[in-house]
């Protein structure tokens, strides 16, 4: 197996891993968290016999957010909602832009101009969450200091202090950590870097991608997940040549069943979207101009390509923190059910956190918008208050693909739960289909395309109660209608 399909394979199946132990961490010091500004021990300036240490860049140092995604746009909220941002709390970003939605990047982002691409500001936290829309200006009427495309590169807990890129010196009380992930990447001698090879997971990605797409006639992605199914579906949308290709013998294996995986590999193929599986990439070629033209296999065939998207998975992006305790079986920091890190006084959010999924007895790390919102709510409430309620996280994934105006049939599907056990396909996919997980006679997991907003809702209920069901009288239900009745009814039982 090359190396290449070794990294796929692995992406592949990070959502599966059953492996770890629960960490007890001790209970990180606020560092008078609830006085006021003035009271604050690591005020701007602090005199002590007589010295005065040396000054920071950051004027609010009681809290500090490492990363600008998702879970740090959560996490502002909180403390706002806490009245404890103001003056207090500074975000630190890679990005040139406040937090954001990032799942938008690799739906509507990506479509093309003349049917209506999503654009900020119209994503910034927390509208997919509901809430309000929290533009560079929300921060600064908060009193949230931000510090825009500067990274942190540089740690030393204990004096508590951050470096930047730049070189800023950053002072924090507690810490929280919400860098997520980074994309994984082919390397150089494969091509990996090759003009017109494209990898997402910032705007800037995107933006490059988008500038591709418009000059484009021919597209291989190389992934079949989330990244290569949304992708794909998009460029559709431009009308282009498509063409996806992955390791593993059907669509987002990690999650799909065969069956499952075959019916929507049937709407891309009425989309025009071609597919090579079970195939693993040898390099990626190159013209006279240096950008890339080709995807040579393993096998020795090629694909023609003037745009290259690689989407087969991510790491956590651990950065100058590696020095913390790590969950080296599934990767990340690993945390408490609080989010408290082994180091007293610092957190981790969201995709780079590895911690304990109560409901299912095992340690994970979850890559997906729904966790980094409520794990950055769960632990600012934690830091803040007497809230020591264990994060309770029940696993949730979905897409929404073809949502481009024209497009013949819009797919949204949600899955809620764990993909264990047997499995009970109800329906005909068009238009609609259910998936249920049956483990020892128990629900475990289910999956359901193109339910309506009731159906939506009953599936987290069905998946955290994981009623005793029927097997065979849910196998012979003649609609999902009718399944979603026999589960629900199982409820009351």
């Known amino acids: ?40 021990p690591i005020g701007s300036r602090i005199a002590s016999r007589g010295i005065v240490t040396a000054s920071f860049a950051n004027e609010n140092r009681e809290f500090v957010i490492i990363g600008g995604g998702n879970a740090a746009g959560y996490a502002a909220r909180t403390f706002v909602e806490n009245g404890m941002a ?57 009193g949230i200091e931000m510090i825009y495309e500067d990274p942190v590169t540089g740690a030393d807990f204990e004096k508590q202090t951050l470096t930047t890129n730049t070189g800023k010196q950053l002072k924090y009380g507690s810490l929280i950590i919400a860098t997520g992930c980074t994309a994984s990447r082919f390397p150089d001698k494969i091509g990996g870097n090759l003009p017109g090879v494209h990898y997402i997971r910032e705007v800037a990605d995107a933006d490059s991608l988008i500038s591709s797409l418009g000059k484009a006639k021919k597209v291989v992605i190389v992934g079949g997940g989330y990244i290569g ?13 498509t ?65 290259v998207v690689i989407g087969i998975g991510a790491k956590p992006a651990i950065g100058p923190f590696e020095t913390l305790a790590m969950n080296k079986s599934i990767g990340g920091i690993q945390v408490d059910g609080l989010f408290r890190t082994s180091t007293p006084g610092i957190f981790a959010i969201g ?11 095992r340690m994970t790390r979850v890559e997906h918008v729904d966790h980094a919102r409520r794990s950055a709510q769960h632990c600012v409430k934690s830091l803040l208050t007497a809230h020591t309620d264990t994060y309770d996280y029940l696993p949730y994934f979905y897409s929404r ?17 764990d993909n264990v056990g047997e499995t009970v396909e109800v329906g005909n996919f068009d238009p609609k289909i259910a998936t249920f997980w ?49 589960a629900q009814a199982a409820l009351q039982s």
Not at 354 to 361: E, M, Q, V
Not at 401 to 417: A, D, H, I, P
């Open 1 to 40: 197996m090359s190396a290449v399909r070794r990294a796929m394979a692995l992406a592949s199946t990070t959502f599966s891993t059953k492996s770890g132990l629960s960490l007890w961490c001790p209970i990180s010091p606020s560092l008078a968290r609830r006085l006021p500004a003035r009271f604050s």
């Open 86 to 142: 103001d003056g207090r709390l500074c975000i630190v970003t890679k990005e040139a832009y406040a937090p954001y939605e990032r799942p938008a990047l690799t739906k509507a982002y990506l479509f093309p101009p003349e049917k209506k691409p999503a654009r900020l500001p119209g994503f910034h936290t927390c509208v997919g969450g509901g809430g309000e829309r929290q533009t560079p200006d929300w921060y600064k009427e908060k």
């Open 229 to 241: 199914m949304e992708v794909a579906a998009a460029a559709v949308a431009w009308n282009l040549d």
């Open 243 to 307: 063409t996806i290709v992955f390791p593993e013998d059907q669509l987002l294996q990690r999650l799909f069943t065969p069956s499952l995986a075959q019916r929507y590999e049937e709407l891309y193929r009425q989309n025009g979207v071609k597919f090579v599986k079970g195939a693993s990439i040898n390099n990626l070629e190159a013209g006279s101009d240096g950008r890339v033209t080709a995807v040579k296999l393993a096998d020795g065939s090629t694909i023609e390509a003037d745009t």
């Open 351 to 361: 995709d780079v956190a590895a911690f304990p999924l109560k409901i299912y007895d």
């Open 401 to 417: 693909v073809f949502e481009y105006e024209g497009s013949s049939r819009k797919v949204w599907w949600q899955f809620f739960g």
């Open 438 to 486: 049956i483990d020892s006679g128990r629900l475990k997991g289910v999956l359901v395309e193109s339910g309506s907003p009731e159906e939506f809702q009953l599936l987290p209920k069905l998946a955290r109660n994981q009623p005793i069901v029927d097997k065979a009288k849910l196998a012979s239900a003649s609609s999902v209608e009718e399944a979603l009745e026999i």
